[in-house]
């Protein structure tokens, strides 16, 4: 038996990168960037895709205070994103540059990014939290509620009561309503062992649309907030 074939196939493997240096294929990520509050905003922004190629160009994006239908595509190698205040590559290695970062969990490729104001020791700017806006994610017609206060807080729709730990994420899917499609909400907090009322309200029903709410603790006030934002049906 001819040994040549066998010859050859070694001197083309050879040939060949090894498999950590060749070039990783992209993903596609549709993203929207959120401020969480309005002065956080800003037009000037730029999304990085640090484990690409060097020479990759950088995505111009829109920091907004409110959610549309309008979205960011990225093509991205891994899942992390950097997102700075200027378009050149070396931007993501200057501090001063840098307003946060995020690490898209396995899977999700549609999703807010809302930025919130990074504690005192924070190494960049801003913190990042992703949400997965996926229809499987957050569907039609629900309210993602996000207790980010170090408190336990109560949200009351009605007569019916959903409890979050600190640092907790619910979807609330089928709230109960009053006439007019409307749920009366009373919203509370859990310290010095008694529950606090921090606010209240009428939540409308999303209907084919979705709300994100987010509960955060303002250490200026000291107190537990709570901050709506509007959303569209899913893509």
């Known amino acids: 038996m001819s040994v040549y074939p066998i010859i050859v196939v070694a001197v083309l493997m050879a040939m060949l990168p090894p498999l950590h240096a060749r070039e990783q294929p992209a993903t596609r990520a549709e993203i929207r960037l959120l401020a969480f ?23 111009k994006v829109s920091i907004k205070s409110y959610l549309n239908h309008e979205f960011d ?3 991205l190698t891994g899942n992390r994103i950097v997102i700075t205040t200027k378009p050149e590559r070396v931007s993501i290695t200057r501090s001063n540059e840098v307003l946060g970062m ?79 499609k409307q749920s009366g909400m009373k919203a509370f907090a859990f310290h010095d062992k008694i529950w606090h009322r921090i606010g209240s309200g009428i939540w409308p029903a999303p209907g084919t649309n979705r709300v994100v709410q987010v509960l955060y603790g303002n250490t200026v006030k000291g107190q537990v907030q709570l901050r709506a934002f509007d959303d569209v049906p899913p893509r």
């Open 102 to 180: 995020a690490d898209l969990p396995d899977g999700v490729r549609s999703a807010i990014l809302l930025f919130l104001p990074a504690p005192p020791n924070g190494k960049t700017r801003f913190h990042i939290m992703v949400i997965d806006d996926s229809k499987r994610a957050f569907p039609v017609g629900s309210f993602r509620v996000s207790n980010l206060s170090p408190l336990p807080v109560r949200i009351v729709l009605e007569e019916k009561s959903y409890d979050f730990k600190p640092g907790e994420v619910q979807l609330i899917t089928d709230p109960p309503v009053r006439a007019g």
């Open 73 to 75: 595509t990225v093509m």
């Open 37 to 59: 509050q309005p002065d956080l905003a800003t037009d000037e922004a730029y999304v990085h895709d640090p484990d690409a190629p060097a020479e990759t160009v950088a995505i």
